[in-house]
Nanobody, 116 residues
């Protein structure tokens, strides 16, 4: 069983930046995808950004050019650098690890609040 521990959320003014981190409790072996999803009050959970173990990235249109996902495979950690934050980015952000043809894990979530 792998646990994902997120950190870096908080309160920031519009136009500001935050960096989220998600560390896996065990070494991740095999092809996988790590990423970030978010859920705002009253809305469905949505993809923000993902990055495969091979380095391929995928972003939601709403965050392209503002958010950057990176990962450090040696530390089993994925990051989300969020710049030019908008009130619409306010949500609980969840980390996800998908091991291809194997298992799927979620973090507990971290709150990001952007004030106008």
């Amino acid at each position: 069983q792998v646990q994902l521990v997120e950190s870096g959320g908080g309160l920031v003014q519009a136009g500001g930046s935050l960096r989220l981190s998600c560390a896996a409790s065990k070494n991740i072996v095999g092809p996988n995808v790590m990423g970030w999803y978010r859920q705002a009050p009253g809305k469905q959970r949505e993809l923000v950004a993902t990055m495969s173990s091979g380095g391929a990235t995928n972003y939601a249109d709403s965050v392209k050019g503002r958010f950057t996902i990176t990962r450090d495979n040696a530390k089993n950690t994925v990051y989300l650098q969020m710049n030019s934050l908008e009130p619409e980015d306010t949500a609980v952000y969840y980390c996800r690890l998908t091991k291809i043809l194997s298992s799927d894990y979620w973090g507990q979530g971290t709150q990001v609040t952007v004030s106008s």
